[in-house]
């Protein structure tokens, strides 16, 4: 497949039409990919005939299933990271350019949705997602951090459960995502062509009164008592800690996923989604993000969660450290650094053309 390929481009009435089209790897996100949806979005920018930019996935599996994690892991073990680094800047960048958008963005959240895909979809402006949704931002599971705007959206969820999503990983459905503002509206996934085609014809008010439906029912609701009062908590050990003492069997099995994900990138999320509460825009907290990012490619955590994961497939990440405990702060403080001449910048200036 060329890189022309991996991104389908048409319009039709009043709407362009943009689709990952990389159904073998799930949609995953390359460089040439990001590339191409920010062509994409300057030549509709100055279409006057092109009202609403539709983003969907190819095949059945999924909207994307985030970035290209076996090329950073090749990249940080034989390139140092450099092609990592612009792959991130120029993500991050169509991360705010979506959220800052001067045509309504309409993200159809089919599948799954993780990672990188939730940058180029959350941050729209309606968010679509269905009975076959599963959202997540898995990143601790690979010894990395949520970034593509992740922590900017997560820590603005309700109470902590975003801080519950980050460090777990887990994946939620369409009522939950809608709970954690990952989302707007809802649809039956049977009905989701039949809207995006709509989209060519109609205003889009009027498109989502037509084809919106109330969600069914989420789970994260009913377990907010415990996921306030733990994740509350100011360090992971006593989060740890207060989920095992919870007496509640979600509460017990989110300590046990815990205990299997990277004890640096739990810390780093944690600092991460705290310091993001206090940043006032989505370019801040990408900056941020960009330099955790740059830190980790160098940590061996992420090189082994991308292996045992991805490569391998064994499952069984040997983390270092690999008790939480043993994570000195200053490892922690060492991710939040300026980058000084490389820094994203994004705060400094809005967003444009890559």
């Known amino acids: 497949m060329s890189d022309d390929d991996s991104v389908l481009l048409h319009t039709e009435g009043r709407a362009g039409y943009l689709t990952l089209n990389r159904p073998r790897a799930l949609n995953a996100l390359n460089h040439a990919m990001v590339r191409r949806i920010d062509e994409a979005l300057t030549a509709w920018e100055h279409d006057p005939a092109v009202a609403t930019v539709v983003i969907g996935g190819a095949g059945t599996r999924g909207l994307c299933a985030g970035g290209d994690i076996r090329s950073i892991h090749d990249d940080a073990r034989a390139g140092g990271g450099e092609a990592s680094r612009a792959f991130w800047r120029d993500e991050y960048r169509l991360n705010a350019r979506i959220a800052r958008y001067t045509k309504p963005t309409v993200a159809l959240m089919d599948g799954i949705v993780m990672g990188g895909g939730v940058g180029v979809s959350a941050h729209g402006d309606v968010r679509v997602v269905t009975d076959r949704s599963r959202i997540a931002m898995p990143e601790t599971g690979i010894g990395f951090v949520p970034d593509v705007g992740g922590t900017y959206l997560l820590s603005r969820a309700p109470g902590e459960v975003g801080t519950h999503l980050a460090l777990t990983g887990d994946a939620v459905g369409a009522a939950d995502a809608l709970l954690c503002g990952l989302a707007d509206h809802f649809l039956p996934s049977e009905r989701l062509p ?17 084809f919106a439906a109330p969600a069914p029912d989420g789970e994260l609701a009913a377990h907010r008592g415990w996921i306030d009062a733990c994740y509350a908590a100011g360090t992971v050990e006593e989060i740890v800690d207060r989920l095992e003492r919870a007496g509640e069997q979600g509460a017990k099995e989110a300590a046990a996923t815990l205990l299997s994900r990277s004890p640096t990138a739990l810390k780093v999320t944690l600092a991460a989604l705290r310091r993001a509460r206090g940043l006032g825009t989505l370019e801040e907290v990408l900056d941020q993000e960009y330099r955790v990012s740059c830190t980790a490619l160098g940590s061996p955590d992420l090189v082994e969660g991308v292996r045992a994961q991805i490569i391998d497939k064994d499952r069984n990440p040997r983390w270092s450290p690999s008790r939480l405990q043993d994570v000195p702060a200053a490892e922690v403080d060492r991710h939040f650094r300026p980058l000084g001449a490389a820094e994203l910048g994004l705060a400094q200036s809005r967003p444009t053309a890559l």
């Not at 039949?194 to 037509?210: H, I, M, W």
């Open 194 to 210: 039949e809207f995006g085609a709509a989209l060519a014809g109609s205003e889009l008010p009027d498109a989502l009164r037509r």
